[in-house]
């Protein structure tokens, strides 16, 4: 059981360039997130999936784009990079809403 | 949209007993009281949840009075190894959990 996994674990993107985040559970669970952390700060959450095939935003969704593609997988989508969109990226999934959220090892973001 | 307010940070010495309070006053009836612990550079883990009055379970209690309007997050006898960032989340079940936000949280720094 791996839990939640993130890929890439660290990427550096030039400004204006686009890349995907990929998120993937195997815990069966129904509910999805993506929060951003940065630097002393608290996690934001940017968009959640409360189940499979819907996707709603959250705090800070803005330059972002998500897609739910199974129960398994929640992407995060970049389209085009800003330095302000440097930060940590976690990954989390719940059984349902609201439920324990587990959490992936964090995506590490620098854009130049 | 419950807001969460914690202390930035507390500092303790390792053995004593470290109690973190969390106001969050616009607490709705149907939000339960979540406490994660982050390390650094990983991503936050569940450490106990609650709905009201006191639960324990084998690493901490939640104190939760009647009202409601805050929490107590309680580590007894706290090590080395405690000292990490808490963060207190309020959320509904199956409703609208996915706009719970994280705050800031507490940096607990234990001493020897």
């Known amino acids: 059981n791996a839990g939640v996994t993130q890929t890439p674990k660290f990427q550096v993107l030039k400004t204006g360039q686009s890349m995907t985040l990929q998120c993937a559970q195997d815990?069966?669970?129904?509910?999805m997130y993506w929060y951003r952390q940065d630097p002393g700060m608290g996690l934001r959450l940017i968009y959640y999936?409360?189940?499979?095939?819907?996707?709603d935003k959250g705090e800070v969704p803005n330059g972002y784009n998500v897609s739910r593609l199974n129960k398994r997988e929640f992407s995060l989508r970049l389209e085009s990079a800003a330095p302000s969109q440097t930060s940590v990226y976690f990954c989390?999934?719940?059984?349902?809403?609201?439920?324990?959220?587990?959490f992936g090892p964090g995506t590490r973001l620098l854009v130049l | 949209l419950a807001k969460t307010t914690q202390p930035i940070s507390m500092d303790s010495y390792e053995g004593q007993e470290v109690n973190i309070t969390c106001s969050h006053n616009n607490i709705a009836t149907n939000d339960y009281i979540t406490w994660y612990q982050q390390f650094p550079s990983q991503g936050p883990r569940f450490i106990i949840q609650g709905y009201k009055t006191k639960v324990t379970n084998e690493v901490a209690s939640l104190f939760i009075p009647a009202d409601r309007k805050s929490s107590t997050l309680s580590l007894p006898r706290v090590s080395l190894s405690d000292t990490a960032v808490y963060y207190c989340?309020?959320?509904?079940?199956?409703?609208?959990?996915?706009?719970?936000?994280f705050g800031d949280g507490t940096t607990l720094t234990v001493k020897p």
């Open positions: 815990m069966n669970h129904n509910s």
């Open positions: 999936s409360a189940s499979e095939g819907t996707t």
């Open positions: 989390a999934s719940s059984v349902d809403r609201g439920e324990t959220q587990y």
């Open positions: 989340l309020v959320g509904g079940l199956n409703t609208n959990a996915g706009k719970s936000t």
